[in-house]
């Protein structure tokens, strides 16, 4: 089966190759960078994330309720998190609130000291915006890093998801697309070091082996829009035990960058014709 979804990318690549797709739809979102702070005696937590405005205030509600919870369960709101608990349809500046509440109403300090984040935004068009997520937690016994990627839809108002834009009938011909670009990936980088067994066997066992519960892809993976050599397309992320010092690794989890023009063939008519591919 797999043979012959090969030759079907071979095929679908082809054609996309022969063809050129100018991308016309350059919209921009306006952000903002929200800023704020806690600060006590034994802890401090400094704030420093994005917001999106809109003239549609309900929609820049949405979309701030949206934020609050992609970074809700992180040491930013340890004070204040309870898994337990369903999320809360609250902004980002009431998430804030009701930590600086948590924090100033406790007894004692629970273990970390010091937390901070950060933001990179890495796309700001066609209508969508991504950050990279940075956050550093202080503790006694060092300091815990957590990064990872944020994209919004800005039409619908919510995260961006990679589920209805492809078409059902080439799932497994893009899904197969993806494996073959983490494999030739892996084994570049074993070729790369020929010469050191011992990252040779870290490669193998800490890539390959750890993570062969992923593969094959059952569904597509998750991603967000970026722009890499001058090319606009997304990148999709899988998290998985990939060791951190691997090259291809960003926090805990695979990237694979793949051009909008190279997705092409893969995507719904109404989603080309809305980036400007169509």
Not at 27 to 49: P, Q
Not at 122 to 145: E, M, R
């Amino acid at each position: 089966m797999r043979i012959i979804v090969y030759l079907q990318l071979i095929s679908i690549f082809f054609f996309t190759n022969c063809a050129s797709a100018q991308l016309l739809n350059n919209e921009k979102v306006e952000i903002v960078n929200l800023k704020d702070s806690i600060v006590t005696h034994d802890y401090d937590c400094f704030f420093s994330l994005p917001k999106i405005l809109d003239k549609n205030k309900d929609k820049e509600r949405k979309m701030s309720v949206a934020m609050a919870e992609s970074v809700y369960h992180t040491p930013l709101f340890y004070c204040s998190i309870d898994h337990s608990s369903c999320k809360e349809s609250i902004t980002l500046e009431e998430l804030i609130t009701k930590e600086r509440k948590c924090v100033n109403n406790r007894k004692e300090n629970d273990g970390i000291y010091e937390v901070n984040s950060s933001s990179e935004m890495v796309f700001n068009k066609l209508g969508f915006v991504s950050w990279y997520i940075l956050i550093h937690a202080w503790h006694s016994n060092g300091v815990n890093p957590y990064h990872f990627p944020i994209c919004f839809d800005t039409q619908k108002a919510d995260i961006f998801n990679t589920y209805d834009i492809f078409k059902d009938s080439l799932k497994l011909q893009l899904l197969s697309k993806i494996e073959l670009e983490i494999l030739e990936s892996v084994m570049d980088e074993m070729e790369s070091e020929e010469n050191n067994y011992s990252a040779q066997t870290i490669i193998r066992g800490g890539v390959i082996e750890s993570n062969r519960s992923y593969f094959p892809l059952r569904k597509i993976p998750n991603g967000y829009f970026s722009t890499r050599n001058g090319n606009d397309g997304i990148s999709f992320y899988i998290r998985s035990s990939f060791p951190t010092y691997y090259a291809k690794v960003e926090g805990d989890f695979y990237t694979v960058f793949m051009p909008l023009t190279e997705l092409e063939p893969f995507f719904k008519d109404s989603f080309k014709k809305r980036i400007g591919l169509q």
